[in-house]
């Protein structure tokens, strides 16, 4: 779902969104990697992780995200839908 959602994410960013510890969604990460389903790019030390486009079924599985992202209450899926990666510029109007 959060890949669905923003394309992206890295390990300790998916699990911060969904509250949860960093280990298990990072183990799930690279067997998705292995699989092929996944590639990631380094940016510093930091995996990046994005669908493989590549993969056979990938249209398929951004579908079934997508529709799992709907299923979702309505402020998670706020959540994950809003993309913002630094903070807004102070006094900068909304």
Do not use: C, H, W
Request: charged share 30%.
């Amino acid at each position: 779902m959060f890949m669905a959602a923003r394309q992206s994410g890295y390990a300790r960013e998916i699990a911060q969104t969904f509250d949860t510890d960093v280990t298990p969604v990072k183990n799930q990460l690279e067997r998705m990697e292995r699989d092929g389903m996944l590639v990631f790019e380094r940016v510093g030390r930091t995996k990046v992780y994005q669908f493989n486009p590549r993969f056979a079924f990938v249209n398929e599985v951004k579908a079934l995200g997508k529709k799992a992202l709907s299923f979702l209450p309505q402020d998670l899926q706020q959540e994950l839908l809003l993309n913002r990666r630094r903070p807004r510029r102070s006094g900068k109007p909304l």
